[in-house]
């Protein structure tokens, strides 16, 4: 088992910039892929972003690239992303999920444990 906390949102300015927190503890020897997903109102829940525990390499959705950044300490156990050039369409519940096993980085159902979720609102 693992247990995944989330932090780090709040309410920010079109532009500026917010980093999220996901600390991690249990089996964390067993994490394969840890990801952000996000959640609109009235909207699925999709793949923001997503880091590979052991070897470190970075995926992102189009929409993200060139503005997030995931990164990960494995000394605490916490992956981070973080937000820049934010825009309001990046509002949203920003969810942190552990995978444990090599299945495709951006399929949610391979996904087996999830955060309770942090609101990230970007709003003038």
């Known amino acids: 088992q693992v247990q995944v906390v989330e932090t780090g949102g709040g309410l920010v300015r079109p532009g500026g910039s917010l980093r999220l927190s996901c600390a991690a503890s249990g089996s964390t020897s067993t994490m394969y892929y840890i990801a952000w997903f996000r959640q609109a109102p009235g909207k699925e829940r999709d793949f923001v972003a997503a880091i590979s525990w052991r070897g470190g390499r970075d995926y992102y959705v189009d929409s993200v690239k060139g503005r997030f950044t995931i990164s990960r300490d494995n000394t605490k156990n916490t992956v981070y992303l973080q937000m820049a050039s934010l825009k309001p369409e990046d509002t949203a519940v920003y969810y942190c999920?552990?995978?444990?096993?090599?299945?495709?980085?951006?399929?949610?159902?391979?996904?087996?444990?999830w955060g309770l979720g942090t609101q990230v609102t970007v709003s003038s």
């Open positions: 999920a552990v995978m444990d096993a090599p299945y495709g980085y951006n399929w949610i159902s391979g996904y087996k444990y």
